[in-house]
């Protein structure tokens, strides 16, 4: 069944552009492994000025997101990145959500 991996981030002003740099990387990385479907992003800012970015990579199947998952960690400590601190660094909030398509 596909699998829908939707991310949605809250991101200070002061963090939009390596926000943004980041997750261009992470796009471009994730559009050449196996079982890749396709994807979005999209923004807006609230009344604070933040920018809220939803990010949507489909994938084929469970399995094909669980194998992606793991090689973007394995990417991650090839090139020495934590998300976790860049998030905590910015001030970044992010909810993650795993869909499937409704079925008909």
């Excluded at 069944?1 to 552009?17: E, H, L, R, S």
């Excluded at 994730?30 to 990579?57: H, Q, S, W």
Aim: aromatic share 10%.
């Amino acid at each position: 069944m596909k699998q829908i991996f939707i991310d949605k981030f809250v991101i200070p002003q002061n963090g939009k552009q390596e926000f943004t740099q980041r997750m261009n990387f992470n796009r471009d990385f994730i559009k050449n492994l196996p079982g890749f479907l396709g994807d979005a992003a999209y923004e807006r800012a609230d009344d604070n000025g933040n920018m809220i970015c939803i990010t949507v990579a489909n994938w084929e199947s469970e399995d094909a997101l669980n194998q992606a998952k793991q090689k973007v960690q394995a990417e991650y400590q090839r090139i020495g990145f934590n998300p976790a601190e860049l998030l905590a660094r910015l001030n970044i909030t992010m909810e993650r959500e795993i869909f499937q398509p409704l079925a008909n």
